[in-house]
């Protein structure tokens, strides 16, 4: 189970990941009074085994029946796993097809299943999370290209400068970007780095002071000399 919403007095709007639809929407009619049809199994993360039932075509399917057949409880156990396996859920949830059967849905369904029993058995690290996102969007067809440059197709090895490409969803081996081109690239592997804390601690509260008090001398007076109007002038004379 991907999703539900409390709708009404005592319905509830389930999304369900399924085998054979990918994404389904559908009507828990009573969800939140009846016991007998929904013993507790409504939850988040849940493995389930539904009845559902489509009346008309153009109606959402209403939920007839659910059996728990693994609630995943080592999800619930640590926050980390919780959020993860949140994380992943939504993934799921916003980037998968409504409807659509096939191998892609069988497919899509068992690697969200075999991630999240990944997350309830091991420890949660951004290792993990990398790992698991990048088979969900295989699964999903988004998986970005990240092997092979996706302009000229070379291998990407260790270049200085490597960038992703936006537009075309993968690693880019040019340094910068096309000139006059409105296509984004952002940095794949950044390239600049802070200095060191030591190097931050170093400077003293006076010292820090008296710079910025300098600073704000300059800026008056090149205000006062240029003969700068406005706000930003009057404040930097008021300083």
Not at 19 to 42: D, E, H, N, Q
Not at 138 to 165: K, M, T, Y
């Amino acid at each position: 189970m991907l999703r539900a919403v409390d709708f009404g007095e005592s319905d509830r709007i389930v999304r369900l990941l399924t085998p054979g639809t990918a994404r389904l929407t559908v009507m828990a009619k009573g969800a939140r009074r009846s016991k007998k049809r929904f013993p507790g199994t409504i939850d988040l993360f849940n493995h389930l085994a539904v009845q559902v039932e489509q009346r008309r075509p153009t109606s959402m399917a209403r939920l007839e029946h659910t059996r728990l057949i693994d609630p995943l409880e080592g999800l619930r156990r640590r926050p980390g796993r919780f959020a993860l396996a949140c994380t992943c859920v939504e993934l799921v949830d916003r980037l998968a097809p409504e409807g659509v059967g096939g191998r892609e849905s069988r497919r899509l369904f068992d690697v969200t299943l075999a991630a999240l029993r990944a997350i309830a058995s091991r420890a949660a690290d951004a290792r993990l999370q990398v790992l698991l996102e990048l088979r969900l969007l295989e699964a999903l067809g988004l998986r970005p290209e990240l092997g092979r440059c996706v302009r000229c197709a070379r291998a990407l090895g260790d270049e200085a400068r490597l960038r992703f490409h936006v537009g075309e969803g993968g690693g880019d081996t040019a340094a910068f970007p096309e000139t006059g081109s409105t296509k984004r690239t952002w940095p794949l592997i950044p390239t600049p780095r802070l200095p060191p804390r030591s190097a931050w601690r170093s400077s003293s509260p006076c010292a820090r002071g008296a710079v910025s008090s300098s600073s704000r001398a300059r800026s008056t007076a090149a205000s006062t000399a240029s003969g700068t109007t406005g706000p930003w002038a009057s404040s930097s004379r008021t300083t």
